[in-house]
Nanobody, 119 residues
Framework: QVQFVESGGGLVQPGGSLRLSCAAS????????MGWFRQPPGKQRELVAT???????NYADSVKGRFTISRDNVKNTVYLQMNSLKPEDTAVYYC?????????????WGQGTQVTVSS
């Protein structure tokens, strides 16, 4: 079974930047499309960015132009560069591999990394 470990979150002012990392262990994920999800307080988890095994990317409208997803297949790691952060980006961020249709592939989730955007 795969384990995901997310890191890089923190408290940042509006307009600031953070870079999140998601390291996968227990299974190579280089052949899978990968995604970053987030769960704002009191809301459902949502998919915000995806990257295929051939590095094609896609973004939710709410983050398009501000977030950039990337992957390092040697390190079995996925990244999310977040710029121009807004208070509505506040959430716990998770990663997972993806099924067709954008659903998470694996049932096991990491602990996530908290991102708080506040002045």
């Amino acid at each position: 079974q795969v384990q995901f470990v997310e890191s890089g979150g923190g408290l940042v002012q509006p307009g600031g930047s953070l870079r999140l990392s998601c390291a996968a262990s227990g299974r190579l994920v280089i052949g899978y499309p990968m995604g970053w999800f987030r769960q704002p307080p009191g809301k459902q988890r949502e998919l915000v960015a995806t990257i295929t095994s051939t590095y094609s990317t896609n973004y939710a409208d709410s983050v398009k132009g501000r977030f950039t997803i990337s992957r390092d297949n040697v390190k079995n790691t996925v990244y999310l560069q977040m710029n121009s952060l807004k208070p509505e980006d506040t959430a716990v961020y998770y990663c997972n591999a993806l099924k067709a249709g954008g659903e998470a592939l694996f049932d096991s989730w990491g602990q996530g990394t908290q991102v708080t955007v506040s002045s």
